[in-house]
């Protein structure tokens, strides 16, 4: 294994991914992402940032190019991917809990069957993660029954009681009601505290300039530009990204 | 600047209370408005008409006596004695008179066995394996040759306990079936959804009488010689594929109602796709379809009548057989149709208000 690998716990080698046959949504990605660095991602929408994200847990496959992480590449090899899975959180808009299992069960599950964890620990473990998102007193509800607030940190609990070594965060605050965005911006910035590789597609960008190492602007399917967070705000290198920033922080 | 205003709530109080009592209720439901007032005196005015008559021939002029000369005297009404005369024949068809305490405790066992795999008390995993005893025991019962009892052969066998073996047995070999071919027309594998397309639509074009017909008097033509698979065997084989490719369709539809966030949930916790179908997908799926699985049970086990096109003689079959073959009796066959009309009743009823009790189960998750 080369330093590089080793350094880069994802590195993206000209990646590209079409949709059907026509729309070409991500066109030549190069990234590498270093082990315990936070990158937020933003661009206007179907620029491709969920697609990318989406493709370091092969929810969704590239045609071309080379697509490793922490060491393994990703091909159709299912053994590779189940590994992968295992070291990679992920947690979506929509929260996409299970209805049907009680919070605790939605945490317990994936070690239970997953990583073959007896019940007892799982759940040790899923009350662990659950303090630490401050909402251990609702282990025993249904998600329907809790707001949309602390449903995304049982979410971002339930990736979390995998141990991964990256978390992927596809726009976590955005259906989320404005009093909510908060409580689940204060659990992200503490875990980027504790040094997990984040990636995280937002439009947060206080929590931009609080956390991240670097930001990375999308476009077309592009990545346009990436700089650290206080050069990007403030001295945006390309008329794309100055405009994109005019209209988000122009209120 | 100004002082802040301090922000306080109203406190809670309980909703207002609905008028109760059965005259506002009256009120309310049946003369609400003019269209419902006129719906009332119409459905009313029928009601006064017929019930009265029903009522007279069912029970005010109706005899119970087993005698067939007393039902043909002048003013009988409804002739209840043909079911005293005749209950044995119609709830056991043509099982050898003497021995028919063995349908009949076999048949209890198995009514047993499915009343307990109703109840949450009995889901684990001895379920499966009192299954397998209870319908050994079933078949032991029925057919004999064991422990002094008689042989009796299956084109003997018939009447209530053939219906609700018929039933039981099809139905659970057909919901894992549904459920597989469900899952398999959903496949990416285009070999497997192929497959599973064509039967649903093969089993689906065709009429079951006929899937009965095919299993009863062709199959046995392409059997090799000398291997011979008894009917009963045959035509539970067919009810079972049949059930099977409408309740797979009822299941792909609560397939298909499946947000796709949940199978990405899994799959980004690395479950496996069978973890996934059955931890995640299918729990959810069933809950959504209850009604219409429960619709494809009840329709099964009504559709086992069918099975007397080819020679066994379940419930409606013995009924025939019963009646047709007493001239004395057969005038009354309407009396005797009602009491397997109760019976169908029983049944069918206890299953769909067993499935609303499912679908407030699974629904306690939704419960605010």
Not at chain 2, 328 to 350: H, M, N, Q, S, T
Request: charged letters at 20%; hydrophobic letters at 45%.
């Amino acid at each position: 294994m080369t330093t590089q690998a080793q350094d880069n716990i994802i590195v993206f080698d000209k990646v590209n991914k079409w949709y059907g046959n026509n729309f070409h949504v991500l066109r030549d990605i190069n990234l590498q992402v270093k082990r315990g660095e936070r990158i937020v991602i933003c661009g206007p929408s179907g620029s491709g940032k969920s697609t990318m994200i989406r493709c370091i847990n092969r929810l969704e496959e590239h045609q071309e190019g080379h697509l490793i992480v922490d060491g393994t590449e990703l091909t159709d090899d299912v053994k590779a991917i189940d590994r992968i899975r295992k070291d990679v959180g992920m947690v979506f808009q929509q929260f996409n809990l299970f209805p049907h299992l009680t919070v605790l069960e939605n945490l317990t599950l994936s070690p239970m069957y997953v990583g073959k964890v007896p019940k007892k620990e799982a759940e040790e473990k899923a009350m662990a993660q659950l303090k630490r998102v401050r909402i251990a007193e609702q282990a025993g509800k249904y998600p329907l029954q809790l707001s949309g607030g602390q449903q995304q940190r049982v979410a971002i609990a339930r990736a979390l009681c995998l141990t991964p070594k990256i978390m992927l965060f596809d726009e976590p605050t955005s259906a989320l009601d404005p009093e909510m965005i908060k409580e689940v911006l204060d659990v992200m910035v503490e875990m980027a505290n504790q040094g997990i590789t984040m990636l995280c597609v937002t439009h947060e960008m206080g929590f931009a300039k609080a956390v991240a190492d670097r930001v990375i602007f999308m476009d077309q399917g592009q990545i346009v530009e990436q700089n650290n967070p206080h050069d990007f705000f403030n001295n945006p290198q390309t008329d794309r990204s100055k405009d994109f920033l005019s209209k988000i922080l122009g209120h | 600047m100004a002082e802040t205003i301090i922000f306080q709530s109203l406190p809670p109080r309980p909703a207002p209370v609905k008028t109760e009592g059965l005259v506002p209720w009256i009120r309310t439901n049946l003369f609400g408005s003019w269209q419902s007032t006129l719906t009332t005196l119409i459905v009313g005015g029928l009601l006064l008409y017929f019930l009265p008559k029903f009522l007279n021939w069912a029970v005010f002029t109706a005899t119970t006596v087993a005698n067939a000369d007393a039902c043909r005297a002048d003013g009988v009404g409804a002739c209840w004695g043909v079911i005293k005369e005749k209950y044995r024949l119609i709830l056991f068809g043509r099982y050898p008179f003497d021995e028919q305490w063995r349908p009949l405790v076999a048949t209890l066992l198995m009514v047993a066995l499915v009343v307990a795999s109703c109840t949450r008390v009995f889901w684990n995993k001895w379920l499966a394996v009192l299954w397998i005893v209870v319908i050994a025991i079933y078949f032991v019962l029925m057919s004999g040759g064991y422990f002094s009892l008689t042989t009796v052969t299956t084109d003997r066998w018939g009447g209530l306990p053939l219906t609700i073996m018929l039933t039981t047995i099809s139905l659970v070999l057909a919901f894992p079936l549904a459920l597989l071919v469900a899952l398999g027309r959903r496949s990416q594998l285009p070999a497997i959804r192929t497959f599973c397309t064509i039967y649903v639509e093969l089993v689906r074009g065709v009429p079951l009488i006929s899937v009965l017909f095919m299993a009863s008097f062709m199959f046995p033509l392409f059997m090799p010689q000398g291997l011979t698979i008894d009917v009963l065997i045959r035509a539970l084989a067919g009810i079972t594929l049949f059930a099977a490719a409408y309740m797979a369709e009822v299941i792909r539809g609560g397939l298909q109602a499946m947000p796709k966030g949940q199978t990405e949930a899994a799959a980004s916790l690395g479950l496996s796709y069978w973890q996934t179908q059955f931890k995640i997908i299918l729990p959810q799926a069933l809950a959504m379809v209850v009604p219409g699985i429960m619709n494809n049970f009840i329709s099964l086990f009504k559709d086992t009548s069918l099975v007397s096109i080819v020679s066994m003689y379940e419930l409606t079959g013995s009924l025939g057989l019963a009646l047709n073959s007493d001239a004395d009796w057969r005038p009354y066959k309407l009396e005797g149709y009602l009491f397997i009309v109760a019976i169908y009743f029983a049944f069918c009823f206890a299953m769909s208000r067993y499935s609303l009790w499912i679908e407030k189960q699974v629904n306690k998750s939704k419960l605010r």
